[in-house]
């Protein structure tokens, strides 16, 4: 599987406190894994110090799958 997938899955699980197990690509931030607005912060922060992606404010609301963050992080690091 995708290095930055797994990695992603890794902060996700932790800042959301979800076996990393329940955790797809299709995985639903809020309605599968039951993430609020501050956990939707709190990952946005981890993204930014564990991956060195700077995710704005903004975006945060537009990543409603966990493909949606995976696909915005691939692309920030392709820059």
């Known amino acids: 599987m995708d290095e930055l997938f797994e990695q992603l899955k890794g902060l996700i699980a932790d800042k959301l406190e979800v076996d990393m197990e329940k955790i797809t690509l299709d995985s639903r931030f809020r309605e599968d894994l039951g993430a609020d607005s501050l956990d939707t912060y709190e990952l946005l922060?981890?993204?930014?110090?564990?991956?060195g992606v700077s995710v704005p404010d903004e975006r945060a609301t537009e990543f409603e799958k966990v493909s949606d963050a995976l696909d915005f992080i691939k692309a920030e690091k392709s820059k």
């Open 45 to 51: 922060y981890a993204i930014d110090s564990e991956m």
